[in-house]
């Protein structure tokens, strides 16, 4: 195979995808970076959107094996924010500048369909800000009431396109379950996002090229590309961390694949190295997520080890002169969909 050749093509196979991800040579890696950046800045210019996220409970029900929030781990202390408390952090992401709130958590019904119904619209009464949710899988008729209550965005990833190892690593869950949800989300209006996770044991590139294929074919407007990390109190604890250059190669690829995508340079990426966040942006990514969730809480949502904490302000402090360093700038607007026609 030819790589000038794949990388010119409009649409790539499986095949041409796996021959991206398993490129070794420097001066070949350099030009599937470079060409992904140039896709980035055809499709995503050289805005950088921000997102702020709310870890706001670390409840789980689920018993995900890569996951340090699963239920049966008691090695972790469990924390809910009140409905005011995640409000008054919706305040300080909209304070500085942000204009999506992240609202995640573990699978926690606490959270009622009315009492995130009240969350969304107090936050969209006080603040111009877009709500993205990534609260786990719930029924059709919440998703549709948060939808009609403001909320713009669902974040739910498919983690895997295997779907043997879906069923290993979620208790024997179906992924075209999973899939079902995402695509309920899409049909009530939702602007969608999908993904993976790099390096789960098991797993191989063919997997990941279909990853890349699946987020294609749900056509997904936000597409998520993180490292494995292990937790300590996890059953994959022994596991190694996912390599970086297959990271870095699966962002690149997906930008050339998916084009008019948001992809981000996730925290998992800059937990793994020094520096993640730049190296994602550089080959593909287009969204940052500074973490906002309050100092007692945030070192308990704990979904893997040494996960990074840091004081918000400075830090996007530190991300905007990064930008400036590297010809990026903050995205002025809320950052919707790169595929639907309003984008404010
Ligand atoms: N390493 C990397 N990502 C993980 N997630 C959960 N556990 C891990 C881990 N050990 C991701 C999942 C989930 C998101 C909230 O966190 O993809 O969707």
Redesign the pocket.
């Known amino acids: 195979m030819n790589l000038d050749q794949i990388l010119n093509k409009e649409e790539l196979n499986k095949e041409e995808i796996v021959f991206l991800l398993s490129l070794q040579k420097k001066e070949e890696l350099e030009k599937l970076y470079f060409q992904a950046n140039e896709v980035r800045k055809e499709y995503c210019g050289d805005e950088v959107h921000l997102r702020g996220i709310i870890e706001f409970s670390n409840y789980c029900d689920q018993e995900?094996m890569?996951?340090?929030l699963r239920r049966s781990n008691k090695n972790l202390q469990r924390y809910r924010m009140t409905k005011d408390e995640i409000i008054s952090t919706a305040g300080r992401i909209t304070k500085a500048g942000l204009k999506t709130v992240v609202l995640?958590s573990g699978e926690d019904h606490f959270y009622s369909k009315s009492l995130v119904t009240d969350i969304i619209i107090s936050i969209k009464e006080k603040y111009d800000t877009a709500i993205t949710l990534?609260i786990g899988e719930r029924g059709r008729d919440e998703y549709e009431e948060w939808k009609k209550a403001g909320a713009d965005r669902y974040l739910l990833?498919h983690?895997t396109a295997n779907d043997k190892l879906y069923s290993a690593y979620h208790q024997q869950e179906m992924l075209k379950s999973r899939l079902a949800h995402i695509r309920c989300l899409k049909q009530i209006g939702f602007q969608t996002g999908s993904?993976n996770?790099i390096g789960l044991p098991g797993q191989t590139i063919e997997d990941i090229a279909d990853d890349i294929l699946l987020c294609k074919e749900m056509d997904c407007d936000m597409c998520s590309f993180?490292?494995?990390?292990?937790?300590n109190n996890?059953p994959?604890w022994k596991i190694p961390p996912a390599n970086i250059d297959l990271t870095l190669k699966t962002i690149a690829a997906a930008r050339i694949v998916l084009k008019d995508v948001h992809i981000p340079a996730t925290t998992?990426l800059s937990t793994l190295i020094d520096g993640g966040k730049e190296l994602g942006l550089k080959v593909g990514a287009n969204v940052i997520m500074p973490n906002f969730t309050p100092l007692p809480y945030r070192v308990n949502y704990q979904?893997?080890k040494n996960k990074k904490t840091y004081d918000p302000l400075v830090y996007l402090e530190e991300i905007k002169s990064m930008l400036d360093r590297i010809g990026r700038n903050v995205g002025e607007g809320k950052g919707h969909s790169l595929k639907l026609v309003i984008n404010q």
């Open positions: 995900c890569y996951c340090g995640q990534s990833k983690e993904g996770i993180s490292p494995f990390i292990p937790s996890s994959l998992a979904i893997y």
